[in-house]
């Protein structure tokens, strides 16, 4: 079945450890994205990559790093510079990256810093 | 200020009754529209959008929204609620000549039987 995963589900870690989030998608798809969702908002961009090896950040990439190696993986690092991690991360993948490009969303990963 | 609005933090229905949940938007023009559900703890499913053409729009599950260009609004319906349908919702939209998906805040969706 072609998706989007996304591990773990939860996540742990301490104030100050960099930990990186990963996303894997087998729809063949160019674009991936990264949000962010904190309660009673909604989902905000931390970053997107259009093709491979290529990326931008988006309205929130303060505190976060993320790579594209391959078309297939786009991993997000919460590095220690995040004031506010604990939030749930989402990933996205759609064929394109044009306005009518359909996004479709990994099931995310809950992040909390202790 | 640009923006998508979905006026209704929370919102209460009865299992059969029928739902409409609020979206507004202010941009200059009409931005390409769309309707997300997200179940507790997972992702975002499309359930419909609207870029042109027929404003009234159907979707899965039963959904369906109307484009109101005159109240820059989106509006999503459903005529008999089902217990599943319990969620939160999002309004979402991508400005004209613009890639950029922007969300509202939600309603979320609880059904009593």
């Known amino acids: 079945d072609g998706g989007i995963t996304q591990s773990p589900k939860y996540l742990f870690r301490k104030e100050g450890q960099n930990v990186t989030l990963s996303c894997e998608q087998n729809l063949n798809h160019d674009a991936m994205y990264w949000y962010r969702q904190d309660p009673g908002q909604g989902l905000r961009l931390i970053y997107y990559?259009?093709?491979?090896?290529?990326?931008q950040k988006g309205d929130i990439a303060e505190g976060y790093s993320v790579s594209r190696e391959k078309k297939e993986s786009f991993p997000l690092t919460v590095t220690s510079a995040q004031k506010n991690p604990t939030a749930f991360y989402l990933c996205?993948?759609?064929?394109?990256?044009?306005?009518?490009?359909?996004?479709?969303f990994g099931p995310g990963t809950r992040l909390t810093v202790l | 200020a640009q923006s998508v609005t979905q006026p209704d933090i929370h919102i209460t229905v009865s299992e059969g009754a029928s739902l409409e949940l609020r979206c507004n938007y202010s941009?200059?023009?009409?931005?390409?529209l769309f309707w997300y559900v997200q179940s507790p703890g997972q992702g975002l499913q499309l359930l419909l959008k609207?870029?042109?053409?027929?404003?009234l729009v159907q979707g899965i599950k039963g959904f369906e929204a109307e484009f109101k260009r005159s109240q820059s609004s989106f509006n999503l319906r459903k005529p008999s609620v089902h217990w599943s349908d319990a969620a939160e919702y999002f309004c979402a939209v991508v400005p004209y000549n613009t890639d950029k998906l922007i969300f509202g805040t939600g309603t979320r969706l609880q059904v009593f039987p």
């Open positions: 990559s259009q093709i491979v090896n290529d990326f």
């Open positions: 609207y870029f042109s053409g027929d404003t």
């Open positions: 996205a993948s759609s064929i394109a990256s044009g306005a009518t490009d359909t996004q479709y």
């Open positions: 941009y200059g023009a009409t931005p390409y």
